[in-house]
């Protein structure tokens, strides 16, 4: 008889990798789903304006698996689940990639076709952007925090620079996630609860990260 221990060890083994990725992949695939169905003219979840739509959802997912990222650790501590570990290089690969999309949306959807293709006139607008609206300095500083994290992020690297090196760069993630909410938060604004929530699941991990190296301290 197989027994549970036999079955939790199968799926770490055969199928937490391949589940992961195809979880991480779904919003991407999702969203190039609902293009497809605006491009051939069907009924779509991408409303009036799909470019706004498109940036601020690959935004949005981003933020969420950066969060998601974080918390692999606490739940790893905290829960019997050790092999969740495995994955949390997926994950934060998941998040500068989505990241990087979302740049790409904003450059290249947003500013590049309201300079009528323009490459210098979406530079200008970019440059003005940078200048007048916080929420777009603090992401842009984000993703650029993300950049050396997804860099230095395969066992070639961490051989390279050293296992204490890595940590103390990775340890960008945490002010990297902090811009990255009140990114979010700034562009939101108004009433809405998200960036509360956004704000107070980054507040609880950074907590948990602060009591275990206060412990390591004190030990």
Known sequence: MISAADLTRTFNRNWLNPLAFWLLAAPGIWLI???GLLLTGHPNALGFNPIE?????LGDTAL??????????????LTPWRSVMKIRRRIGLAAFWYAFAHVLAYLGLDLLIAA????????????????????????????IGLVPLAVTSFNAM???????NWQ?????????AVLAVFHY???????????????????????????????????
Request: proline share 4%; glycine share 8%; no cysteine.
């Open 185 to 219: 938060g700034y562009m939101v604004r108004g009433e809405q609860l998200s960036p509360w929530v956004h704000g107070a699941i980054l507040a609880l991990l950074l907590a948990y990260r602060g009591f275990k190296a206060a412990k390591r301290t004190l030990k």
């Open 53 to 57: 739509t498109t940036h601020r959802f």
């Open 116 to 143: 009528g293709m323009n490459p210098l006139g979406a530079l200008a607008g970019l440059w003005d952007d940078v200048a007048e609206r916080i929420y777009i300095t603090l992401g842009m500083i984000a993703f």
């Open 158 to 164: 961490i051989r390279k620079l050293g296992s204490a």
């Open 33 to 35: 789903w609902q293009w």
């Open 64 to 77: 969420r698996i950066l969060l998601l990222s974080l918390a692999v650790s606490p739940v790893r501590d």
């Open 168 to 176: 103390r760069l990775h340890w960008l993630v945490y002010p990297t």
